[in-house]
């Protein structure tokens, strides 16, 4: 998934911009790539081609942007509106920072235009497009694992230095009240306690210890 952007105002090299991400467009990131790149990371390539062995359909790999993507995406599935969340927001902190550094970034592609350097122009961006993409799968990578420690076996751990034991709160948030509802309504009286047969103002039975076998 991209969003193109073609700004006629600017060079080509420079005008001619897409935000690029892999896997599902809720739970990835975009990345900055410009159409006079003349290479790309090995970890967003296509496996059939000869810049990478990174990995396919069928073979995991930390060092692709597919894989890398995918352990963020199926983490969040299950548990959504407690994962997701947290995805999101690393997601829109992640996006505000490229599009500050890119605007840095082509100012002195412009500078370089400008002076005749067309060349330095491409070498300036292809460089920062590939830094962006290897940065990126990284950060997704230790994404992946603050989300595992923090969601692991169905609870939500976050620090907590007052917890002497372990510095971490460690929280059981259940499941929403329509599962409650559901179970009730899929089991009917399965769970029911009967009512008890003895009348409530009768005393229980009591029995000696010294009647009970073995004792």
Request: net charge negative; proline share 7%; charged share 20%.
């Amino acid at each position: 998934h991209y969003v193109a952007q073609a700004r006629s105002w600017l060079p080509d090299t420079i005008g001619a911009r897409t935000w690029y991400g892999v896997d599902d467009t809720a739970t990835s990131v975009h990345v900055p790539l410009y159409s006079c790149l003349t290479e790309i990371s090995p970890k967003w390539a296509h496996p059939k081609n000869d810049l990478t062995r990174n990995g396919d359909i069928t073979k995991f790999s930390f060092d692709s942007a597919f894989w890398v993507m995918n352990l963020v995406a199926n983490m969040a599935y299950d548990r959504w509106s407690l994962i997701y969340p947290v995805v999101a927001d690393e997601i829109a902190a992640t996006e505000a920072h490229y599009l500050e550094l890119t605007e840095h970034i082509e100012k002195q592609a412009i500078e370089a235009y400008n002076q005749g350097n067309g060349q330095d122009v491409v070498r300036l961006l292809t460089a920062y497009s590939v830094q962006a993409q290897n940065d990126i799968v990284q950060q997704w990578l230790e994404l992946w694992q603050r989300l595992v420690v923090m969601f692991r076996d169905g609870q939500v751990i976050t620090p907590d230095s007052s917890v002497k034991a372990n510095g971490a709160h460690v929280g059981s948030p259940g499941y929403p009240s329509s599962w409650y509802a559901r179970i009730i309504e899929d089991t009917g009286d399965h769970y029911k306690i009967p009512e008890s047969p003895t009348p409530p103002d009768m005393p229980a039975p009591t029995i000696s210890k010294l009647e009970v076998p073995g004792v």
